[in-house]
């Protein structure tokens, strides 16, 4: 069964943690960066349900115990894609297409994702995102640099 993503609950929590760490989570920003972490924070919001499939799911009980697709940006947009299983499930599509609570990833010259950002706003067809790493709520895409760009629209979160 697929059910409807709460979007506006992953945007009340982006927006409540955008600048600041929830404890309930480990910050990873000394380890390669807290950006994914931050956006599955957000995602896990508006599912309330995570994947715990070893390896190939999706979710965090600890630093420990965790799976790469909760913290790892080309982990994430594998499992978003991929997910056979229970929990969010996602589209590429073109950016006239994407809707606040869905996901960006960046890329650079050496064809690797590397940032995860969350759609925190649309207006007059500006996109402006929450993120972590480079902590920021509401910035415009347009002020970020990146060789490629992949836009995920989250369409429902499988039961």
Known sequence: ??????????????????????PNYYNFDTLGGDCTNFVSQCVFAGTKIM?????IGWYYNS???RTASWTGVDYFLNF?????????IAVSVNPANIQ?????FLG???????????VSKIESGNIYVASHTRDALDKPLLDYFYNFIKFMHITGVKT
């Open 1 to 22: 069964m697929i059910k409807q993503y709460d979007r506006n609950s992953a945007l009340i929590y982006a927006r409540r943690w955008a600048f600041d760490r929830n």
């Open 108 to 118: 650079n010259k050496s064809d690797d994702f590397y940032h995860t950002l969350f």
């Open 63 to 65: 630093p420990n115990d």
């Open 51 to 55: 994947n715990y499939t070893p390896v």
């Open 100 to 104: 606040i609570g869905d996901v960006i």
């Open 80 to 88: 978003l894609t991929d997910n056979d299983g229970i929990g969010p």
